[in-house]
């Protein structure tokens, strides 16, 4: 079977992904930053998540590799079928943000796909689409980063593609702050989960990995 790379998955959803944001923007007051409702104004999937964990994977050609992943599962209980679009992004104890799943080998979603025991767990290159209605189409899917530093500390997981909702951000005259190429910039609604794990790098992989309040966020 032939798969999409990521990058080329990924222009594909983000190129759907702006017309169905912009669909549910909302009006900030001028040089405000926008936050989230505090009550659904659009649609939003039901999200469940597992742990972040560790794994080594022996790369054929290479030497063993370390990654982290975190398993998913995505309902539809919004009335309609929707277009499931998720970008995942892991932010550093230093301050770098990691897309999920580039360059990963194939090896690694075979390897946590037999470690998780999920025979429905679906890779990134694969996941992306329509979610029909109701709990029997759910959609379980693992977002695989390679593994940025031994010594995580504390680090944020981003995912963006839950929700409807969507805001421009404006200046402090109430214009749109625009991009580098002159577009709008949007910022969506994104749920933020936040992790710390206690230890260093002598024993990578056998710290516990202990989990803090999540919220949601305009990103």
């Known amino acids: 079977m032939r798969y999409l790379t990521p990058v080329v998955l990924l222009a594909g959803m983000l190129a759907i992904a702006t017309p169905l944001a912009r669909a549910a923007e909302r009006v900030e007051e001028p040089g405000s930053f926008p936050k989230p409702s505090p009550y659904p104004i659009t649609w939003e999937l039901k999200f469940k998540h597992g742990m972040p964990k560790r794994i080594v994977v022996d790369i054929p050609g290479g030497a063993p590799q370390a990654f982290w992943y975190m398993t998913y599962s995505v309902t539809n209980n919004t009335g309609q079928e929707r277009s499931f679009l998720p970008f995942f992004e892991m932010l550093t104890d230093e301050g770098k943000v ?10 690694v979603f075979d390897t946590i796909k037999a470690r998780e025991k999920n025979r429905l767990l679906q890779p990134f290159t694969q996941i992306g689409g329509e979610i029909r209605l109701g709990e029997d189409e759910a959609k379980d899917g693992v977002a695989i980063w390679k593994e940025p530093m031994a ?4 680090f944020s997981i981003f995912l963006t ?4 909702e969507a805001a421009r ?6 214009k749109d702050v625009k991009d580098a190429e002159g ?6 609604k994104t749920i933020q989960l936040n992790y710390f794990v206690r230890g260093d790098e002598v024993y990578p ?3 516990e990995v202990n989990s803090k309040p999540e919220a949601w966020v305009m990103r």
């Open 98 to 107: 990691i897309r999920s799943d580039r360059n990963i080998p194939r090896q």
């Open 151 to 154: 010594e995580m500390g504390t």
């Open 161 to 164: 593609g839950l929700s409807g």
């Open 169 to 174: 951000l404006k200046d402090a005259e109430g």
């Open 183 to 188: 577009q709008p910039i949007i910022l969506r």
């Open 205 to 207: 992989g056998l710290d």
